[in-house]
T-cell receptor, first 115, second 115 residues
Framework: KAGVTQTPRYLIKTRGQQVTLSCSPISGHRSVSWYQQTPGQGLQFLFEYFSETQRNKGNFPGRFSGRQFSNSRSEMNVSTLELGDSALYLC??????????????FGAGSRLTVL | AQKVTQAQTEISVVEKEDVTLDCVYETRDTTYYLFWYKQPPSGELVFLIRRNSFDEQNEISGRYSWNFQKSTSSFNFTITASQVVDSAVYFCALKAVQAGTALIFGKGTTLSVSS
């Protein structure tokens, strides 16, 4: 059973640019969550999508957005990049059926560097 | 508000030593779930265990054991006879049902096991 796949694994952007990250969940999983990991703030929740609808959202500015497609694949977009957006972006999938008890399976992440 | 505190930032041990990673959580929710994840250098978060708020039974899985105490709001993780392969960052996380589906992570404890 294939795990959670994130692309690209590494990318470098400059301030002001925008970036799109992709996540393919485990087959059959309908929920995809995104987390940002930085040395200073640790792991922080960005948003969660279930059946193409945003079900929950963290405390991030509107420059961070996401979407989910009918095949459960998800993308997140960051516009007008800032230096502070440099981070490891982790995607996680779950069945999404039980909101509290689901175990999240994480991908290896996309490491974004903003210069 | 929900919060997870991992007071130990870094721990260094020699192989075969036992080591305990501490986790203290805060939530007013009566229904919640606690998790431990391991993050090796590859970056992917690996699920270790989930425990719900109604199940205070301790658990042992091979060299790993977990001690959940609601009275002290703690969910500690012990590795017995540590091995070099145990070197990683370990995260404790909380999911409170009323808070929605987001995982709240602690800052993590970096465990270094030397031979």
């Amino acid at each position: 059973k294939a795990g959670v796949t994130q692309t690209p694994r590494y990318l470098i952007k400059t301030r002001g640019q925008q970036v799109t990250l992709s996540c393919s969940p485990i087959s059959g999983h309908r929920s995809v969550s995104w987390y940002q990991q930085t040395p200073g703030q640790g792991l922080q929740f960005l948003f969660e999508y279930f059946s193409e609808t945003q079900r929950n959202k963290g405390n991030f500015p509107g420059r961070f957005s996401g979407r989910q497609f009918s095949n459960s694949r998800s993308e997140m977009n960051v516009s007008t990049l800032e230096l502070g957006d440099s981070a490891l972006y982790l995607c996680a999938s779950s069945s999404g059926q039980s909101a509290g008890a689901n175990v999240l399976t994480f991908g290896a992440g996309s490491r974004l560097t903003v210069l | 508000a929900q919060k997870v505190t991992q007071a130990q930032t870094e721990i260094s041990v020699v192989e075969k030593e036992d080591v305990t990673l501490d986790c203290v959580y805060e939530t007013r929710d009566t229904t919640y779930y606690l998790f431990w994840y391991k993050q090796p250098p590859s970056g992917e978060l690996v699920f270790l265990i989930r425990r719900n708020s109604f199940d205070e039974q301790n658990e042992i899985s091979g060299r790993y054991s977990w001690n959940f105490q609601k009275s002290t709001s703690s969910f500690n993780f012990t590795i017995t006879a540590s091995q070099v392969v145990d070197s990683a960052v370990y995260f404790c996380a909380l999911k409170a049902v009323q808070a929605g589906t987001a995982l709240i992570f602690g800052k993590g404890t970096t465990l270094s096991v030397s031979s």
